[in-house]
């Protein structure tokens, strides 16, 4: 059985879709927002590191 | 090196300071933590999984245009080298700079041995390589 993946992951080459998050910044000790539209303003490279939950392992 | 690290998990901020503020290992974190509570994000990068609601482990590497370079997705117990994901920025940056070249494999930093794509190259990458 095989699926189409239509994710991201499986298209790299893809044009990332804009997304904003709302974070934690322990730079500042304090909550903040962080968009894709505005890296890109910025001209940065985004390293996105997605884990499974805080207070685990590895 | 000039790139924006962004974790994320499905925690909320509120964990996220928490977990930070306990946690010795991430005493020296910089960055930030991004709260993606419904899923949307980790689903547009395929990594929900559906049987937990978590995140796989997954690492994106996005291009200052948006432009998606690099994908890494394991499974639960396994982490991922932060050597291999520096050398692939770094990649990256040289390749962005340098856009007819390659990064062969064992390329891992600058001076590093690049290839110079061409009608000449082909059939004889090993004495590229070997000079």
């Not at chain 1, 239509?6 to 997304?19: E, R, S």
């Not at chain 1, 894709?36 to 392992?57: Q, R």
């Not at chain 2, 700079?97 to 494999?105: D, L, V």
Request: net charge neutral.
């Amino acid at each position: 059985m095989s699926e189409t993946c239509a994710c991201l992951g499986c298209n790299v080459g893809a044009t990332v879709p804009d997304f904003t998050l709302e974070t934690y910044e322990p730079s500042k000790g304090d909550f903040g927002e962080i968009s894709l539209e505005t890296l890109k303003k910025n001209k940065k490279w985004t390293i996105l590191f997605f884990y499974p939950a805080d207070f685990t392992f590895v | 090196m000039g790139a924006e690290v962004l974790t994320v998990s499905r925690d909320t901020k509120f964990v996220h300071l928490a977990w930070q503020r306990e946690e010795k290992q991430l005493a020296n974190v910089k960055y930030p933590m991004g709260s993606d509570t419904t899923g949307k994000l980790a689903k547009m990068f395929g990594v929900y999984d559906d049987a937990t609601g978590l995140s796989l482990r997954g690492t994106f590497i996005i291009s200052p245009e948006g432009k998606l370079m690099n994908a890494e997705v394991n499974y639960y117990n396994m982490g991922r080298n932060i050597d291999e994901l520096i050398r692939k920025f770094k990649a990256n940056l040289h390749l962005a700079k340098f856009t007819a070249e390659g990064c062969p494999a064992k390329w891992t930093d600058e001076g590093d041995k690049t290839l110079k794509p061409s009608a000449k190259l082909v059939g004889r990458v090993h004495e590229a390589l070997s000079k």
